[in-house]
């Protein structure tokens, strides 16, 4: 990179994982962070209390130029295109960027996306390569168009699922990735020496929404996960690694609504580690201490 250049950025996120390309972005001598884009105060947690997210925390924190729109829309579009903005940066925002936006940054806006591209397009990559038993999974640069994680590459990095990984942690490992994938390739893309390259569409998968039914794990798949099925060991292990902390998985015991917070596999066997019952605090799984709640009304 030339001295004395410096690329005025905008920066586009709403989750912790969020943070990681943030500060790495403000470690960069040759990007300054003229504004922030985040996702207004929602309501959070059992109490609903309106919390700002973490990216706002962060950003009110470090006294860093700040916006918060619930849409992008024209005045969202003023107020960044009097930062005559050169490039943006997006990492687990949560909105869909307008045309008209995109439009305004001559870089272009690049997204940090956890998957290998076009793999796993949409909101939920980590969680659906954990689902599927991916041993490898990775994470894109890319550049944002007007569909959905459909842009060119400009990078892209393997990293190893673990064993006992989450939704979680894996995703916390692949931010730490593409924060150091773009430290090393954003230098040469914006020296025009590594054009992005257009993914191969007919490849393309895609993820959905989560909501809270779908962390149900059976009974029927629980039990028999207990007692040793191999193939349901494995599934229900997935589903518990891949919901953690969102949507959290349960299972539904004569009508009582038990929380399955973690688990780990011995063997054929899925051991539970932590659980909760309706109106309880979480306890650890004590096999003698609630087998006549648990094991036997499966």
């Not at 490992?173 to 954003?186: D, I, R």
């Not at 230098?187 to 959905?208: D, M, R, S, V």
């Not at 039990?223 to 494995?234: E, F, Q, S």
């Amino acid at each position: 990179m030339k001295k004395n250049i410096v690329f005025s950025t905008v920066f586009f996120g709403s989750e912790k994982d969020s943070l990681i390309i943030l500060k790495k972005a403000l470690s960069l001598p040759y990007l300054k962070i003229a504004t922030i884009v985040t996702q207004p105060p929602r309501p959070t947690g059992r109490g609903q209390s309106i919390t700002p997210t973490p990216v706002e925390q962060f950003a009110k924190k470090n006294k860093l130029p700040l916006i918060t729109p619930t849409k992008l829309n024209f005045k969202s579009y003023q107020i960044i295109k009097q930062q005559t903005p050169d490039l943006a940066l997006l990492a687990a925002y949560g909105n869909l960027i307008p045309q008209r936006l995109i439009n305004l940054f001559p870089q272009g806006i690049i997204n940090v996306h956890p998957s290998l591209l076009p793999q796993f397009r949409g909101p939920t990559p980590v969680v659906q390569a954990i689902l599927n038993n991916n041993r490898i999974t990775g994470v894109s640069l890319f550049l944002i168009d007007n569909k959905i994680d459909h842009g060119p590459i400009i990078a892209q990095k393997k990293l190893v699922i673990k064993d006992n990984d989450t939704q979680e942690s894996l995703a916390k490992n692949l931010f730490h990735l593409g924060a150091q994938l773009l430290a090393e390739k954003l230098p040469n893309y914006l020296e025009g020496h590594t054009p992005p390259e257009p993914q191969n569409h007919h490849q393309a998968t895609f993820t959905k929404l989560l909501s809270r039914q779908d962390g149900q794990i059976k009974a029927s798949w629980l039990k028999k996960a207990l007692k040793g099925n191999r193939n349901l060991t494995n599934k229900v292990d997935r589903m518990i690694r891949a919901f953690y902390p969102w949507p959290g998985t349960y299972t539904i015991i004569n009508g009582q609504r038990i929380k399955i917070i973690s688990a780990h596999k011995e063997k054929n066997y899925l051991k539970l580690d932590l659980i909760q019952f309706p109106g309880r605090k979480p306890i650890v799984w004590n096999k003698n201490l609630i087998k006549s709640l648990f094991l036997n009304e499966i």
